[in-house]
């Protein structure tokens, strides 16, 4: 059988068990026909297959994302002034201030999450008078995790709060000694709030959306992410704020595989959602690119734990097991399986006896239920969700949080928050996500990282080694075991004959490089069922899926493009992490070919025994750093 693409001369780690590595694989209709040497796929060359050679380069399994809040983010990404990866507050300014000049009335400039002031240089968020001199007219809106916004006084004018509104439940805005607004929102611990003062702001057309999804998704693919499971959100209506992605799922314009569950939006109405849409929406329906996957992560309102480590935790209402057993049970008797969001052992310790409960009459076997984050999820707890059949998607939070919950709770507590190893090691179903854009950036190389490195974005290290996960079992953590989650086991996940053609190739050797360059891989390669959708460097020819420019020509997407201001490699890109990394490298002398950029150098895959003297023999000076 003649391929469609043939990609050889490459270092392929497959994921396969039976067949862990290869130097070769063949496409046909979007899945892999062979996977091994290069002679035996090469054998199925055609006249019209096109071939890419590999040029020696490590190839992965795409990424699958357990916990993105994609639909949601592409409506807006193309509104929001990304700060992901940004190393210093005064770059972080400058795009502030340039993205005030270029934004027009009456639209606001946003920075909503994906950022941690600890990963700041100056360990500090702007104060409201830094923002009040940036824009005095343009309304600001910057989101900092899920415990606090800053708003400037035109973004205080624009959504209407005075001396007269009052605090609602859960939230607080904070006032000076007159009692008028300062700017500060925080969430005690609720983080409505911040949603809904959010959702004040204005919205881009339909056609916009619909370009700034696709920019979401090209973000997406650079950084080689294949798949993801929408959980999703707050403001998140269903069907009505997925008709974008529904628009391109039917103009087969999608590039990232994509499995969404149903988010309740209605307090003490949970019960009346999930009634009306067992009845209208099918577990399943879609196709491999867009699919049902059941319930959550919110399924009722007083089950639901913000993750704000700033506050004391939050005990859930004595309503919370009726509530929570009158959706599980409509669930459980649909045969839809769900995801709940659950902070803390304690309100998952409190779930489980809804569910035990529930299992006694409606057997939960079979059902791909799991819990989301699991924090402080105990020992205890884990063993009765391995019970029952149950998994737990975890994701990087604490990497963005991780200094706040040590100054709570210490550091003792926090060397297996969450319990990752553990959590394989006692067999329960365990994968891994990010939970952007808003309490984590998107960027599932730095989730990658903290798995491996145990060290936060600000550079705490919270997880010792022995709680680390080895990088196959991380990368496995982000493809095979995510498929579980979707009930798409052996589908995709790996580089195997039959299996889906989603695959990356990164611009480095994750197996090979530093652990400190981790978080800023991105790919050069990115293949979603056989079609490129990304290509860079090498590949940037094989490109086929390049988007139209974003809309609207203000949109910050024009000028930053994404994570660590990428767009701006000499302006406020300048000290993302690599660029940061590099410049504090410690050596007296920077290389003539890789500059300080030594310790990739160093990991780069060279077809010589001495890589050093190899490199010293082109002119390389990092042989002698």
């Given amino acids: 059988m003649s391929a469609d693409l043939i990609l050889h001369s490459g270092l392929i780690t497959t994921l396969d068990r039976g067949n862990p590595a290869a130097s070769a694989v063949a496409i046909k209709d979007g899945r892999f026909l062979a996977v091994g040497r290069e002679a035996e796929v090469m054998a199925h060359a055609g006249p019209d297959t096109k071939i890419v050679d590999l040029k020696g380069k490590r190839v992965l399994p795409g990424l699958i994302d357990n916990h993105l809040h994609i639909i949601r983010g592409g409506l807006n990404f193309n509104m929001e002034l990304r700060w992901d990866?940004?190393?210093?507050l005064a770059d972080a300014m400058s795009m502030l201030k340039r993205q005030v000049a270029v934004t027009p009335p009456p639209q606001w400039v946003r920075v909503v999450g994906g950022f941690t002031e600890h990963q700041f240089a100056e360990k500090r968020l702007?104060?409201?008078?830094?923002?009040?001199?940036?824009?005095?007219?343009?309304?600001?809106?910057?989101?900092?995790?899920?415990?606090?916004?800053?708003?400037?006084?035109?973004?205080?004018?624009?959504?209407?709060?005075?001396?007269?509104?009052?605090?609602?439940?859960g939230g607080e805005i904070t006032r000076d000694a007159s009692g008028n607004p300062t700017g500060l929102l925080l969430a005690r611990p609720n983080a409505n709030i911040l949603y809904a003062t959010l959702a004040k702001g204005p919205k881009l057309p339909f056609d916009y959306q619909v370009n700034s999804t696709r920019h979401f998704m090209r973000e997406l693919n650079r950084l080689g992410v294949t798949g993801a499971i929408d959980a999703g959100g707050g403001y998140q209506n269903y069907p009505d704020d997925y008709a974008v992605i529904q628009k391109l799922a039917d103009e087969n314009q999608l590039t990232i595989r994509l499995a969404y569950n149903l988010f309740t939006q209605k307090p003490k109405q949970e019960k009346?959602?999930?009634?009306?849409?067992?009845?209208?929406?099918?577990?399943?329906q879609g196709d491999d690119y867009f699919r049902h996957n059941g319930a959550g992560e919110m399924l009722v309102f007083s089950a639901a734990d913000f993750e704000d480590f700033r506050e004391p935790r939050p005990d859930m209402p004595p309503e919370m097991e009726g509530d929570l057993e009158g959706v599980v049970r409509i669930l459980a008797e649909n045969r839809w399986p769900w995801r709940l969001h659950a902070t803390y052992d304690e309100t998952i310790s409190r779930a489980l006896d809804v569910f035990e409960k529930v299992d006694k009459d409606i057997p939960l076997t079979g059902l791909n239920w799991f819990f989301d984050h699991a924090e402080t999820i105990s020992e205890r707890s884990i063993d009765r969700i391995a019970a029952l059949g149950g998994g737990v998607a975890v994701q990087h939070r604490m990497a963005y949080q991780g200094e706040y919950f040590v100054e709570r709770y210490g550091a003792a507590a926090a060397e297996a928050t969450p319990p990752v190893a553990?959590?394989?090691?006692?067999?329960?179903?365990?994968?891994?996500?990010?939970?952007?854009?808003?309490?984590?950036?998107?960027?599932?190389?730095?989730?990658?990282?903290?798995?491996?490195?145990?060290?936060?974005?600000?550079?705490?290290?919270?997880?010792?080694?022995?709680?680390?996960?080895?990088?196959?079992?991380?990368?496995?953590?982000?493809?095979?075991?995510?498929?579980?989650f979707s009930n798409e086991e052996g589908k995709k996940g790996r580089i195997a004959v039959g299996q889906f053609a989603d695959l990356i190739v990164p611009d480095r050797d994750f197996f090979a490089c530093p652990e400190d360059e981790i978080s800023f891989i991105t790919a050069d390669l990115t293949i979603v069922g056989g079609r490129i959708v990304y290509g860079a460097r090498d590949f940037a020819s094989t490109d086929e899926s390049t988007p139209p420019p974003a809309m609207p020509d203000w949109s910050p997407v024009r000028t930053f493009k994404g994570y660590g201001a990428?767009?701006?490699?000499?302006?406020?890109?300048?000290?993302?992490?690599?660029?940061?990394?590099?410049?504090?490298?410690?050596?007296?002398?920077?290389?003539?070919?890789?500059?300080?950029?030594?310790?990739?150098?160093?990991?780069?895959?060279?077809?010589v025994a001495d890589l050093r003297s190899f490199w010293g023999a082109l002119g390389c000076a990092c042989w002698a750093v």
Wanted: charged share 20%; with cysteine.
């Fill in 272 to 284: 009346e959602d999930f009634l009306n849409w067992t009845k209208t929406s099918k577990y399943k």
């Fill in 422 to 484: 553990r959590l394989l090691e006692k067999g329960v179903k365990t994968s891994a996500g990010t939970d952007a854009t808003r309490v984590a950036s998107y960027n599932p190389w730095v989730a990658l990282a903290w798995l491996v490195t145990g060290k936060t974005v600000g550079g705490l290290r919270l997880t010792p080694q022995r709680n680390c996960l080895d990088r196959e079992t991380a990368l496995r953590m982000w493809t095979e075991n995510v498929t579980w």
């Fill in 85 to 88: 990866g940004v190393r210093s």
């Fill in 126 to 169: 702007p104060t409201i008078e830094e923002l009040n001199a940036v824009a005095p007219d343009t309304p600001i809106f910057i989101l900092h995790l899920y415990d606090r916004a800053l708003l400037n006084g035109a973004a205080l004018r624009a959504v209407g709060y005075t001396k007269d509104t009052p605090n609602p439940p």
């Fill in 566 to 607: 990428w767009g701006e490699p000499d302006g406020a890109g300048k000290n993302s992490l690599r660029r940061t990394a590099m410049t504090n490298c410690g050596c007296a002398n920077s290389c003539g070919v890789h500059g300080h950029d030594h310790a990739s150098a160093w990991s780069s895959k060279l077809p």
